[in-house]
């Protein structure tokens, strides 16, 4: 296993990683403090909550299972160079347990909360079994073999894939309503900030071991990262740009009136998406 060339370079990996991590990880505090006030969580999508719990406990598992696992680091060196570095980092670790119980409770608040006439979509509910399934047929797959790295990597591919998805919902529907009431700008402003220094947490690394191995040896966190970036742009265009009457910077006004009921209005997303 490599190690750090540089001390200075190797401070600012993990540094970076757990600015990283306050970000991510305080980008789900808006949504859940805007819905508790409200008693409502309309407008936020549940498709999007739905899809997020489905990558983000993917992701645990691909983090846990490469940082924790021996065997697996073995498996992984094995592959792409016994002078490689691990491209999973404690940091990593902790924000995927913290996504996974956050999320959790977003889907609580949604079970308890007014919620109008809003659903999860069928798609959302297909894409989800289709997911687990295909877990279940690439675990007996990888048995015989113990091919851990590759199953781990099927995990990696899976939140990558739901990433690229669970974003898109979200968007159609603030489009439809032409406003961003009810979904936290709060949540996209520290997504944001979290894909930025995650980002450059990876170039850290690679200057350090002039390689650029750890990029697409977890492909999954590159993509994650570029496609949040993205995503989080378009949000903020419709905030500040599209959408912008909407109330306070980080939690918007809480009053009902301005969040319609986007069935009753005919805006259900699930016949574009159908």
């Given at each position: ?19 990283a ?22 407008g ?41 570095m691990?491209?999973v ?39 989800v ?63 944001f900030?979290g894909?930025?220094t ?9 200057i ?17 990262t ?5 995503f ?26 301005n969040?319609?009921?986007p ?11 159908e």
């Open positions: 296993m490599a190690s750090w060339n540089s001390s200075p370079l190797e401070i600012s990996y993990k540094v970076l990683g757990w600015i991590f306050a970000f991510w990880a305080a980008c789900f505090y808006p949504q859940v403090i805007l819905n508790f006030r409200r008693k409502s969580v309309v936020l999508n549940f498709d999007f909550v739905v899809l997020n719990l489905t990558k983000h406990s993917s992701y645990l598992i691909y983090n846990a299972t490469l940082y924790f696992s021996s065997s697996v680091q073995n498996q992984y060196f094995q592959k792409y160079g016994y002078g490689e691990i491209p980092a404690l940091n990593d670790v902790a924000f995927s347990v913290h996504a996974v119980l956050l999320t959790a409770i977003t889907l609580f608040q949604i079970a308890i909360y007014e919620r109008g006439g809003q659903t999860v979509s069928k798609i959302s509910i297909l894409i079994a289709a997911v687990w399934l295909t877990v279940g047929i690439c675990f007996f797959i990888a048995l015989p073999n113990h091919s851990w790295l590759w199953l781990i990597s099927i995990f990696n591919t899976i939140q990558a894939f739901i990433t690229l998805i669970k974003y898109t919902p979200q968007a159609v529907l603030n489009f439809l309503r032409k406003s961003t009431d009810g979904f936290s700008i709060g949540y996209v402003l520290f997504d900030s894909g930025v995650n980002y450059a947490q990876m170039v850290v690394q690679s350090d071991q002039d390689s650029w191995v750890n990029f697409y040896g977890n492909i999954g966190k590159t993509l994650i570029l496609i949040t970036i993205f989080d742009l378009i949000f903020l265009c419709q905030r500040f740009l599209l959408y912008p009457a909407n109330g306070g910077l980080i939690f918007p006004k809480s009053s009902k009136e969040i319609e009921d069935k009753s209005s005919k805006e259900s997303i699930e016949p574009l998406i």
